[in-house]
């Protein structure tokens, strides 16, 4: 399900329409970062940089820093919430088309992906354990079916990310480790990390460090211990990510399932995407 959802949501980071409500509210659209990071922290208000450096986890500070708090200067976090909104409105309809978009599956889509986020936002502890997840689902519910399907696409991968950071600590490994083990077991080339800011230095020293714990031999390939610390990692995700899915129930996950073939090959095929990233879009 995540494969599914998380394209959906991530359209939002490299749309040119996204771009241009960036630019409108005067962000720096050379690069992505600016709105990134004003997109996604929005949410939480107008956090300090060492919250989003915990909410995020695997950027460098440093990094979060140049973008935090000067995202709250460019326009406040309702503003850029609201232009998210038109963002992906604009994105929706000219990547999914105005069939797709008002088609009785794709609101039939949006309900259930609702039905999942609900229960993935309903216990009380999400708002110490899940912060992004939480703040997203306190969010006003928006009424175009489209629309819901991207907060409620949202709300999910941000209710497993937030486990999965947990999964990471209870693994021992700090933000940058984490990307470092990640990379080592083939999640992808070495240099895509490098848009998370950690200076040569700072990699070399984590590798220093899962080296000496035996997570990785002299080249910086995984060694047993390491490939398997890191599946236990993703077990430990998938199993804290379970509960929205075993709310909605097999049948119903299986036909939201069915339901995204089509948004999700149009997220895919749209090019926007990239094809090597951080997140494993596209791998299966």
């Known amino acids: 399900m995540w494969h599914l959802l998380?394209?959906?949501?991530?359209?939002?980071?490299?749309?040119?329409?996204?771009?241009?409500?960036?630019?409108?509210?005067?962000y720096d659209t050379?690069?992505?970062?600016?709105?990134?990071?004003?997109?996604?922290?929005?949410?939480?208000?107008?956090?300090?940089?060492?919250?989003?450096?915990?909410?995020?986890?695997?950027?460098?500070?440093?990094?979060?820093?140049?973008?935090?708090?000067?995202?709250w200067e460019t326009a406040a976090p309702a503003e850029v919430l609201a232009a998210r909104l038109r963002a992906v409105d604009r994105t929706y309809r000219a990547v999914l088309g105005e069939e797709?978009?008002?088609s009785p599956e794709l609101a039939e889509a949006a309900a259930l992906a609702r039905t999942a986020a609900d229960g993935a936002t309903a216990a009380s502890e999400l708002l110490v354990s899940r912060p992004l997840a939480a703040a997203n689902a306190a969010l006003p519910r928006p009424e175009a079916p489209h629309l819901v399907l991207w907060q409620s696409a949202t709300i999910l991968r941000e209710h497993r990310g937030d486990g999965h950071l947990g999964a990471l600590v209870d693994a021992g490994l700090d933000p940058v480790e984490s990307l470092v083990s990640f990379a080592a077991v083939g999640a992808a080339p070495e240099p895509v990390f490098e848009s998370r800011g950690w200076s040569g230095e700072e990699w070399a020293a984590a590798r220093t460090r899962l080296t000496a714990r035996g997570l990785l031999t002299a080249d910086g390939g995984a060694t047993e211990a390491g490939r398997t610390l890191r599946a236990e990692v993703e077990r430990r995700t998938d199993e804290l990510a379970a509960a929205p899915w075993a709310g909605l129930g097999p049948d119903g996950t299986a036909r939201l399932a069915e339901l995204l073939g089509g948004p999700w090959l149009?997220?895919?095929?749209?090019?926007?995407?990239?094809?090597?990233?951080?997140?494993?879009?596209?791998?299966v």
Do not use: Q
Not at 36 to 54: I, Q, S
């Open 6 to 26: 998380e394209p959906l949501h991530a359209l939002l980071y490299y749309a040119p329409e996204a771009f241009d409500e960036a630019a409108a509210l005067g």
């Open 30 to 71: 050379s690069e992505r970062w600016p709105a990134y990071f004003a997109w996604r922290a929005a949410p939480l208000g107008p956090v300090d940089p060492g919250r989003v450096a915990d909410t995020f986890y695997s950027f460098s500070p440093a990094m979060i820093a140049r973008y935090v708090p000067a995202a």
């Open 266 to 283: 149009a997220a895919i095929g749209s090019g926007l995407l990239p094809s090597e990233n951080t997140l494993g879009i596209g791998k």
């Open 100 to 102: 797709l978009l008002t």
